[in-house]
Each structure stands twice: as C-alpha cells, then as structure tokens.
C-alpha cells in the first residue's frame, strides 16, 4: 500500500472513531476571537497530529508531579504511582496509537491492588497557564471500581533551566475529577472543585455564581467512559467557567491568590485512600484503566 493510501486508511479511521477534526482556530462551539497558544493534538498518523511521538511528547510535558524537584511520582489520597517508560517498552504508561495518546493503567511484578500496586501515566504541562486563557481537553475516561480521572490547575512551574518558581499550594482549580467507588462502576458522576484548604477568606471567599451541579455533582446522564467529550475551563479572571461540550455547566467566584502561573495536570489515578470510600469491588482488569486523549488546547481571549 502506498504512503499516500496509508494516510487516507489512517484518516478515515480517526474519524470513524473520533468523529470530524475540531478546527483548533477557537474552543469548541464557541464564538469570538481567540489565539491558539498551544494545540497538542495526538496521534501517530493524523494529518491535524502535533504531538506524534514520544520525543514530541518530551518535549511538551513531564511525567511527575512538580514537588521534590519534580520527582514525586504520587500522591497519597490513591494507590497507583506514576512511570514514564521509554517509547516501545511494553511497560509504557504513554501509548500513540494512531488517533490517540493513552495514559494507561498497569499491575507491575509483584503489585496488585493496594496502595502502590498499580503503575499508571500522567501529564504535567511545561506551559504555564494563567488567568484569561481557556483550557480544553476531549478524552475518553476510565471506568471501574477505583478509578479516579482528573484534569486540573495547579500552582507553580518549572522553568527550562530546571529550576521552580515558587509552589504555593492551595490555589488549585479542579476542572473535572471522577470518583468510581463501591456502587459507582461506571464514569458517570463529575465534580469540579476549587481548593481553600480551611482559608477560604484566602480565595474570595469561593462562592458559585451559578451552577448545575447538585451537592458539588454533576450527573448528565452518561458514561464518560463510553464515548469522548470536551472539557473546558474558561478562566475568566476571578470568575472562572466550567464548560462540557461546549455547554457552559457553572461559575465561580474564586481568587488565584498567588502571583504565580499554574501548570497543567492530567492524572490516571487508580485506587483511593479516602474516609469513608469503599473500592473493595476493585477488579484488576487493566483494559478499564485507559485514559484516551483526542487534543489538549489552550487559547487566549484577543482583546
């Protein structure tokens, strides 16, 4: 088969299962100027790919968290931790295929489920994010018992040289996570947080200007495991939306409190370590555990 004939069985494939490319020129379904800062759109052989290889992948994002040094590989609210095997190992957490970017989910030798048992990837952004840019993700999520997605803003960078900015901690703005635990075995009930850590007067104090979530949830009736959607966070200054498929779903008051830019998180995280959560029902099925991702963008508003 031709180069020419391959690329064609590759696009066609793409959009049979990601539907159409979304034009990266604004958010999705909204109106208005915007300037595209950044467009990682994954896949090994799509025309519209930025991002489609492991070294353009280095390039973009780390694989651990900022704290110690950059080092720290988890967090201890879940059971996986985090590894970033070469491209082509077997053991690889960050996965091209041909459309996409999988974060997966892996029980190395010897672990299991329980605390530290379970390997899975994530991205943390080089590029720092600060108030008047809007964020979008369109992903397919992980299901299961003990599954625990979640896209998120948190303070301070890293800067080329190696060194950090300051990292204070709160502020964080949480633009999704999902907790799959005891009688939840499917992606279904999203939140969205902004963190205060006790000091709300810190942060404004937080309040919600308007929402549709109910008792910090939101249930549209789906399994987001099932199919992809787009995740936004238009962060207006002070004000920052929450957006699903390009339909606005709350607004917040809340105040970055620090001067510093934040970076971006996109963590698979496996397992919980949480009062009052029961995920005995946790199986070790590894084919629920993949965190697909279509693009990651980020805009700014033009004046």
Known sequence: MSIIALAAAAATACTALLGPPIDPVRPYKQTGEFELVK???????RKDATVDTRARL???????????NGKLDGLKTYWSYHRDYPDGDPRSLHVFDDCTLTLKGRIPPGGGLK?????????????PITEGMYIEMRAKLPTGIGAWPAFWLNPGVQYPDGKFSELPWPPEIDIFEFFNWQGRPETRVMTGYVQTHKNPERYGPPKDLWTKFKKNEYIPGFDFSADFHVFSLDWVKDQPIWLLD???IKQT?????????????VTNQLGMILKGVDVSAMKADESQW????DYIRVWRRKP
């Open 246 to 248: 390009g339909e606005p």
């Open 290 to 293: 993949n965190y697909v991702i």
């Open 253 to 265: 008051y809340y105040i970055w409190s620090k001067p510093v830019p934040a970076h971006l998180l």
């Open 39 to 45: 467009d990682y759109t994954f896949g090994r052989q």
């Open 58 to 68: 280095d390039q973009e994002f780390f694989y651990r968290y900022i704290y110690e």
């Open 115 to 127: 605390p530290r048992g379970i390997e899975s990837g994530m991205l943390r952004g080089k590029l």
